[in-house]
């Protein structure tokens, strides 16, 4: 009884993560739009990843708990409080990670601009290369705070 328990267990947790990653391409789409949209028109890089990354934190919200750990949610004070702080330490990480490619590696337009078709540099610039080195480390923190912290129902806390 213990070992069906477990796969199911096992089970489950497979969905979720899978379902997780649906609302993150999903996300990112969000996050990458609004930050390319932004960046590109106006310039503001940083101020772009947040305002991108608050979208997909939104968005991520209302897909992740309705869907994703729909099973685990609470719609709780805590739950919700949890899922900011979550996200604002993913958030965190993605903007160091970002920082430490522009500013330790050196990934700007020029960098960009020697390897990259010169029909794509309108458009992809230093600043988009290091957003996509920076979002697999967010997804990561990200999904482990969710599970580990938000969307955990070993906690005992059900409903507010």
């Known amino acids: 009884m213990e070992h069906k328990e477990q796969q ?3 089970k489950r947790t497979v969905i979720q993560f899978i379902k997780f990653n649906i609302v993150g391409v ?5 996050d990458f739009l609004v ?22 934190i939104i968005n991520s919200y209302a897909w992740n708990s309705n869907w ?3 099973d685990s ?3 709780s004070a805590r739950e919700k409080l949890l899922f900011l702080i979550v996200n604002l330490v ?9 920082w430490f490619c522009r500013s330790v590696l050196v990934i700007d337009d020029a960098w960009v601009a020697s390897w990259m078709p010169s029909f794509l540099t309108s458009f992809i610039k230093g600043d988009t290369v290091c957003k996509l080195i920076a979002m ?13 912290f938000v969307f955990n129902e ?3 806390v059900k409903g507010e």
Do not use: E, H, K
């Not at 999903?26 to 969000?30: A, D």
């Not at 697999?136 to 580990?148: K, M, Q, T």
């Open 8 to 10: 199911s267990g096992a």
């Open 26 to 30: 999903l996300n990112t789409l969000v």
């Open 35 to 56: 930050f390319q949209a932004l960046n590109l028109l106006l310039g503001w890089t940083y101020l772009a990843q947040v305002a991108g990354y608050c979208c997909g």
């Open 68 to 70: 994703t750990f729909r």
């Open 73 to 75: 949610r609470t719609r």
């Open 90 to 98: 993913s958030l965190g990480v993605s903007l160091g990670v970002m």
């Open 136 to 148: 697999p480390f967010a997804i990561v923190v990200n999904y482990v705070g969710n599970r580990l």
């Open 154 to 156: 070993s906690d005992g």
